[in-house]
């Protein structure tokens, strides 16, 4: 059975879809099936994997509103062993609809698990909000990857969704467990910077995974081609990031014995 993660945090602009979509194309390079789900509204999963949202007929708003099934929407991509439940602009009705519904902050989970079983790993791609549809893929999840950017405010609003996670924890989803809090746009030129991660991995911890997202113009580029970084450029530093990432979560997770010799040594000079 596969392990749903989600990806989520209020604030934008922290790097969700990024990680979503890279760390999904980095697993799947890894040789695990993986699927993205685009929770978002705005569809950028979904436009970074190489599909047109507008072209989009079907989503995962049908999933969630009308029982569709999910394996008669999901789309291939052109990575390895990566695909996408697409979203589209229809999604930001979705919450307004589900008010009235039985079990609405489980419609997600029940369209999941239909599917659970056909991944190693689903990616959940939220949207910047802690509304209906982000509860929904808590509720989902066996997981929570929080991205955090290294700049100033990094830790504002961290409280609220830390909490809204134990409201999930202890209500909807007992089993969700935070796999790990990531470091995103790191410049290590930069003061404030370094004293953000210092400031995160003291207040979290163990929380903290060791791979931490340089800033890199390679994965700014990349979406805007409709590709992953590893598709865009497999050199650049952003591209080893997001392979080092999804070692270091098929180790979490005991799915691989590779050890640390054999892990890709980042050795960053700067933007790519």
Known sequence: MGKIIAIANQKGGVGKTTTSINLA??????EKKTLIVDADPQA??????????????????????NQVEPKDIVLHTQSPNLDILPAHIDLVGAEIEMINLPNRER??????????DDYDFIIVDCSP??????????TAADSVIVPVQCEYFALEGLGKLLNTIKIVQSRLNQDLD????LLTMYDQRLRLANQVVEEVKMHFQQLVFDTIIHRNTRLGEAPSHGETIISHDASSSGSVNYLN?????????????ISEKDKIVEEYNGES
């Not at 419609?107 to 659970?116: C, G, P, S, T, V």
């Not at 935070?178 to 809090?181: A, F, P, S, T």
């Not at 990432?245 to 014995?257: F, G, S, V, Y």
């Open 245 to 257: 990432l999804a070692r270091e979560i098929l180790q979490k997770n005991d799915m691989t014995r």
């Open 107 to 116: 419609m997600m989970r029940m369209a999941l698990n239909k599917i659970k």
């Open 178 to 181: 935070i796999e790990g809090m």
């Open 44 to 65: 950028n999963a979904t436009s970074g994997v190489g599909f047109d949202p507008r072209n989009v007929r079907t989503s995962i708003y049908e999933c969630i509103i």
């Open 129 to 138: 909000s802690l509304g209906l549809i982000t509860v929904n893929a808590l």
């Open 25 to 30: 194309a980095a697993l799947g390079v890894l």
